[in-house]
């Protein structure tokens, strides 16, 4: 390994030192004291005050929404954003990267992804919000399903991978399950999302069940907002809800951001 090689080594191991942090600061974080003492009691208050026949339509709702989108929305979703364009950008990093490793580059790509981050989380916070203003819970159940997809989608894209192989969706299943779920099975999604990750770059044959990691995804989805999208359903009260649609799409965007750039800079350390 020549000296050009060892520094590529060298930036790219203290970037995946730096992602490895920023992980465990999402899985091992503590529960912020004021949500702890202040928020979930009222939460508590209202979720013993729903009736459960309730709660059970708007869990059969969201499993409905979201077997549809994920199996059959991936073309209106690509039509929501510029696959192309985000692609060809990704080629040209790809192409710039292998010219010249800096964390300059890196760091670029990185941008681009957290600016479309932000630009969905905008639209959710909106539509949320509003809906929750005048008291519409149900409908907007696959609009944020689809924001959620779209979301990742273009994380995935912008890290220069693709999301349409059954191996990858397993991999966006697992990233949902990972960021959504609310006990500590999170690590164990975030550990299947690594061994995913290591099968793909490896080529290894990876069996894996897509309705069942679907049906475990819509079920941590749905039992991390449910309760939400039925205040959701209050007006006035109901803005909650829109903000639970944010604070859910920050997680997974979050996780999403952190899984597929760990895949990228392991793939470019492979090509030293």
Do not use: W
């Amino acid at each position: 390994m020549d000296y050009r090689d060892k520094r590529k080594e060298r930036i790219l191991n203290s970037q995946m030192k730096k992602l490895i942090k920023r992980e465990d600061k999402f899985f091992y974080k503590k529960e912020n004291e004021y949500i702890k003492n202040k928020i979930l009691p009222v939460k508590e208050q209202l979720e013993e005050k729903i009736p459960k026949n309730m709660i059970e339509t708007f869990e059969k709702a969201f499993e409905k929404g979201f077997y549809y989108v994920f199996e059959k929305g991936t073309t209106v979703i690509e039509k929501s954003y510029n696959s192309e364009k985000i692609k060809n950008e990704a080629d040209i990093d790809e192409y710039i990267l292998s010219k010249q490793m800096n964390n300059k580059n890196l760091s670029r790509i990185d941008k681009r992804v957290k600016k479309g981050v932000l630009i969905n989380k905008g639209i959710t916070a909106a539509e949320g919000t509003l809906l929750g203003i005048l008291g519409i819970g149900i409908p907007d159940i696959p609009v944020f399903i689809g924001v959620i997809l779209k979301t990742v989608y273009e994380i995935c894209v912008n890290y220069g991978f693709d999301y349409k192989s059954k191996s990858e969706k397993a991999f966006i299943l697992n990233i949902i399950c990972a960021s959504s779920i609310k006990t500590d099975e999170k690590i164990l999604y975030s550990n299947e999302v690594d061994r995913i990750a290591y099968s793909i770059e490896n080529n290894h044959d990876l069996k894996v069940d897509i309705n069942e990691l679907i049906e475990s995804a819509s079920k941590c989805l749905s039992e991390n907002i449910v309760v939400s999208k039925v205040i959701q359903g209050i007006p006035i009260v109901g803005v909650y809800g829109g903000i639970s649609n944010y604070r859910l799409l920050a997680d997974i965007s979050e996780v999403a951001s952190i899984k597929y750039k760990k895949r990228l800079l392991s793939k470019l350390k492979n090509t030293l």
